[in-house]
């Protein structure tokens, strides 16, 4: 099968890519010819059909602003890739503001079946988190009431931008929830909030995202790596993986680290926006001891600081769709501790793969984690637990049987 796979970033820039690579890899072993469709950046891998990726629009100047909604450059060449390429299913990723619906409308002047994962909330929020400018947990854009992320500024807290991404999503709604032959939702949680949103639900298919385990080790099986015992950081300690973001409640869990008994360390792996706030704090506080930052490290490197951690620690305070950092965990054999918010919740079996708490609850994360600390011999079994079952039941082989059950599906609807 010719398949063509579309994302608006072609490099690792955070998990959907990670995924979205791990699908090519995927359909490549399988035999299967993909098709690939980006933007130009030097960040990017390798690609045979690189000369026809196309330029990131300038979103600052009125002509990138207006290919946000709909592009020409986007339809001309895409149509180009297919008439060369011919493939039978197109799938897309994350394709707004940079390759723009103009995707959805070549593939149905094309007349080829089209199949979206949804990485986010897109289709029905503007700003794609359900997590408006207050900072709070927000649907008030369902029913396609999306002058209100004007009112609340969801997106960078500016009423301009918030004002562009809600007409953006008006506009081009129809295509999306019309001319998408099969939405893929990584979590039931996301295809009950797409569907609440306005997406009809008889077009969205739960599938959640998968690893290749053999890239995942446990701590019996990889040695401590030498980087833990560089930085001054011994057992047991916390790991926290991931952006540095509000929204993934990494600001609370510094805040949390000060205020608990235990003298675990907390150590921190990734980067962004609130790093060095959160460096000051820690500073602030004299806990540089107590919580230290490794910074962005690269799979290899990270894997097996994950895999020696006493547990995961995931304190997203939005609807997460889908988290890598709870996947990677129980691949490597770790217990993980998180929010009860979004997809994180169909992942972890309570006390038996790890534990489920209230975002943003003082106590109840003190509570967690000072159990977690004092408990070693019973966090190791829910690790081991977490793994057997990871194994079981998040394999690239059932995934792929479930996405090749869909494209033969749709690709069947055309031929009728």
């Not at 949390?256 to 003298?263: G, R």
């Not at 003082?362 to 600390?373: L, V």
Request: net charge neutral; charged share 20%.
């Amino acid at each position: 099968m010719r398949i063509l796979l579309v994302n608006k970033y072609f490099y690792l820039k955070g998990g959907s890519e990670k995924h979205f690579f791990d699908l090519i890899k995927l359909l490549e072993d399988h035999g299967h010819e993909v098709i690939t469709f980006s933007t130009h950046d030097e960040r990017n891998l390798p690609s045979k059909y690189s000369k026809f990726f196309v330029p990131t629009p300038k979103f600052t100047t009125p002509k990138g602003l207006s290919e946000s909604f709909f592009s020409m450059v986007v339809s001309r060449t895409l149509r180009s890739l297919i008439q060369l390429t011919s493939p039978d299913i197109i799938h897309i990723h994350n394709i707004s503001r940079h390759l723009s619906a103009s995707v959805i409308d070549v593939a149905n002047h094309e007349n080829i079946p089209l199949v979206q994962t949804l990485h986010d909330y897109q289709l029905v929020c503007p700003n794609y988190k359900l997590f408006n400018g207050k900072k709070e947990l927000c649907t008030s854009c369902f029913g396609n009431k999306f002058s209100n992320a004007i009112r609340y500024s969801c997106v960078d807290n500016s009423k301009i931008k918030s004002a562009i991404a809600a007409l953006e999503l008006f506009m081009n709604k129809g295509l999306y929830r019309n001319k998408v032959s099969r939405f893929i939702a990584p979590s039931k949680f996301v295809r009950t909030m797409i569907t609440q949103g306005g997406v009809d639900k008889d077009k969205v298919e739960v599938l959640p995202h998968f690893l290749f385990l053999d890239q995942y080790k446990m701590s019996n099986e990889c040695e401590v790596p030498s980087l833990l015992s560089t930085h001054g950081i011994q057992s047991p300690y916390f790991i926290y993986s991931g952006r540095l973001v509000h929204e993934k409640g990494i600001q609370f869990l510094v805040d949390l680290w000060s205020s608990f008994t235990p003298d675990a360390q907390l150590v921190i792996a990734g980067e962004g926006p609130l790093l060095n706030d959160l460096i000051h704090t820690v500073k602030e506080k004299g806990m540089e001891k107590r919580i230290v930052f490794l910074g962005h490290l690269d799979h290899d490197d990270l894997m097996p600081v994950i895999a020696h951690a006493r547990a995961m620690l995931v304190p997203s305070i939005w609807h997460e769709p889908f988290s890598y950092a709870v996947y990677e965990a129980m691949a490597c054999g770790v217990p993980v501790i998180a929010s009860t918010r979004g997809g994180m919740q169909e992942l972890i079996i309570p006390d038996m793969t790890g534990i489920l708490v209230e975002a943003e609850d003082t106590d109840a994360w003190s509570k967690a984690i000072t159990h977690a600390y004092e408990e070693g011999e019973g966090m190791a079994r829910m690790g081991l637990q977490a793994r057997t079952l990871f194994t079981q039941f998040n394999t690239p082989e059932r995934y792929y049987e479930r996405v090749m059950g869909i494209y033969m599906k749709e690709a069947q609807k055309v031929t009728l």
